[in-house]
């Protein structure tokens, strides 16, 4: 096949795995499966080359990856991934939440990555060929299945340029709670030392050196005694961004909302799940930059009034409490608010079907 032939779904060979984990078990593990601790039995497998495109497409036995020890991914992070999540609707049904979105985002990751672009299709078709295997280990309650693609360079070589071999991967696991804290407000350090992103950067892409960068900042956090972190931009220090994994929104008290604009960071779909909700409740949703020194004003006269943070993971995360090296912020009683916790219940009822989904939004699966 010609490398640039378009094809936009593909064929599997279906090869399940002879050793899956027995009921009782699972059951066990499914009573508190933390976040990303536990692992459904099967993955997905797709390989692409330069000269054959996408091809030898499995749905297989989830084990271990073997790399050549040249593999370009672990010399020049060539890599990107997505979280999307399968719920249990409760109507007994399957659905994914706007998994069109992942897809897409899929595809500018891999373009700003220089890697190849998986058609949506293809990738839907993934998605859905692994959940319809193992949606046996979708929790019940308030838990579901977190959904995991990635893409790696795979081509042996040594030598920066973009890799002529890659291998797509899918993989699952049961979720619960993403914060230990569970419900309650969490409270984020704010970083004064690194930043996540920059102009021109590969802050919008969901890529694996992004989160690398994080990590050191989000580890300062916990050392304060904080769930996450908050980052500022790199050219002045001053603008909110996002946090580690999350996007921010704040909450004013005529109920208008900000949120920072795209650009140097990730274009959530969980963000733009809110905005659309915020807005149709007839709120005001400004995409605009927001200073922490305005955050620490608005927050001391009272003005703000509430803050969360939301993504696929967390979903929406009310945020109480700044600390910070000079001095922390209190967003009202930092125990969250009405608006933060309307929103995440609207959201949450569309995934679980107990909200009328007026916008499309809800993917079902068999």
């Known amino acids: 096949m010609n490398a640039h032939t378009k094809i936009e779904t593909i064929a599997f060979s279906r090869n ?7 009921a009782a078990a699972r059951a066990e593990l499914l009573k508190d499966p933390g976040f990303g601790r536990v692992f459904t039995d099967h993955m997905i497998t797709i390989r692409w080359t330069k000269d054959r495109g996408w091809h030898d497409a499995r749905a297989r036995a989830r084990e271990p990856i073997s790399l050549d020890p040249a593999a370009a991914v672990l010399h020049y992070g060539q890599e990107i991934f997505e979280g999307l999540k399968a719920y249990t609707r409760s109507d007994g049904s399957i659905a994914l939440f706007r998994p069109e979105q992942n897809a897409r985002r899929f595809r500018a990751s891999a373009a700003r990555m220089a890697m190849p672009e998986m058609p949506e299709a293809m990738f839907l078709q993934a998605v859905e060929e692994l959940v319809k295997i193992d949606r046996a280990w979708i929790p019940g309650g308030e838990g579901s299945l977190y959904l995991r693609p990635f893409m790696f360079a795979t081509e042996a070589f040594l030598g920066v340029r973009p890799s002529h071999e890659c291998l797509f ?3 699952a696991s049961s979720v619960g709670s993403y914060f230990k804290s569970g419900a309650k407000a969490v409270t984020v350090w704010l970083s004064d030392r690194y ?4 102009e021109g950067g590969t802050g919008a892409a969901k890529c694996g050196g992004n989160y690398a960068a994080s990590l050191l900042a989000q580890a300062e956090a916990i050392d304060h005694g904080c769930d996450q972190v908050i980052f500022l931009d790199a050219a002045e220090h001053r603008w909110v961004e996002e946090l580690g994994g999350m996007n921010v929104f704040f909450v004013f008290d005529d109920g208008s909302m900000i949120t920072p604009p795209l650009g140097t960071i990730l274009p959530g779909i969980t963000r733009d799940s809110i905005i659309t909700l915020a807005r149709s409740e007839g709120r005001t949703v ?13 927050a001391a006269t009272g003005k703000l009034r509430e803050v969360f943070a939301c993504g696929t993971a967390a979903v929406v995360s009310a945020i109480g409490t ?9 967003i009202g009683d930092g125990t969250g608010g009405p608006i933060t916790a309307g929103l995440k219940a609207r959201l949450v009822g569309i995934q679980r079907g107990d909200v009328a989904d007026t916008e499309g939004w ?3 699966i068999g």
């Open 362 to 364: 809800v993917r079902k």
């Open 169 to 171: 991967v899918l993989i």
């Open 16 to 22: 399940p795995t002879s050793k899956p984990v027995d």
């Open 286 to 298: 400004r995409e605009e930059r927001y200073s922490i020194e305005q955050w620490r004003a608005d």
């Open 195 to 198: 930043t996540r992103a920059a």
């Open 322 to 330: 700044i600390k910070s090296a000079n001095g922390d912020i209190m």
